[in-house]
């Protein structure tokens, strides 16, 4: 039989997270997002060299960091241009756990005109998650009417001349 190029069970995009205390990340996911620890390579020194979580059917793989390896983590770069983006049952209650165990809001819960409930945040590790759950299915006619509203809000207000 013939090796598959994509193995049995992983979806074909992973992110990969570097953090600096791989073990407390772990146990921060699995609390508030609910993730699912499938395994764990223990490195020398007590570090973790690969780790993989399930969140629903998607997986987030990650380890400590190795900067002799060039793997480092936000915090050591000052920050990251990435964002996870991560359905859930409950935003506002999953937001809430997540700050009380040491997360920063960038962005406060709220309805957005997509059709999600959604909010911003960066874990205690540096890495940002946008945290929703969907509650409106928007007709392709109406978002757009949406969206157009949504873009003329952000525009700044013109002088009057």
């Known amino acids: 039989m013939a090796v598959q190029p994509i193995p049995e069970g992983y979806p074909r995009v992973t992110p990969y997270l570097c953090v600096d205390g791989a073990a407390a990340a ?11 620890e499938r395994m ?3 490195a020398p020194g007590g570090a ?27 915090k050591a770069v ?10 859930v049952e409950d935003v506002d209650a999953v ?4 700050l009380a165990q040491g997360a920063k809001e960038l962005s ?7 059709g999600d409930r959604t909010g911003q945040l960066e874990d205690p590790f540096g890495h940002r998650w946008n945290l929703a759950t969907h509650i ?6 109406e978002m757009e009417q949406r ?3 949504a873009l003329q809000s952000m525009q700044p207000p013109s002088d009057a001349a």
């Not at 973790?48 to 936000?74: C, K, Q, Y």
């Not at 000052?78 to 359905?87: F, M, N």
């Not at 406060?108 to 997509?114: G, H, L, Q, S």
């Open 108 to 114: 406060p819960v709220k309805d957005e005109f997509y």
């Open 48 to 74: 973790i060299g690969h780790a993989e979580l399930s969140l629903g059917n998607s997986i987030v793989m990650l380890a400590d960091e190795f900067p002799d390896m060039g793997f480092r983590s936000p």
């Open 136 to 141: 409106e299915d928007v007709p392709e006619a």
């Open 26 to 36: 772990i146990d921060f996911y699995v609390s508030v997002l609910g993730a699912v």
């Open 147 to 149: 969206a157009k509203k």
């Open 78 to 87: 000052g920050g990251t241009p990435v964002t996870l983006h991560v359905y």
């Open 95 to 98: 937001f809430a756990k997540a």
């Open 40 to 42: 764990r390579m223990p």
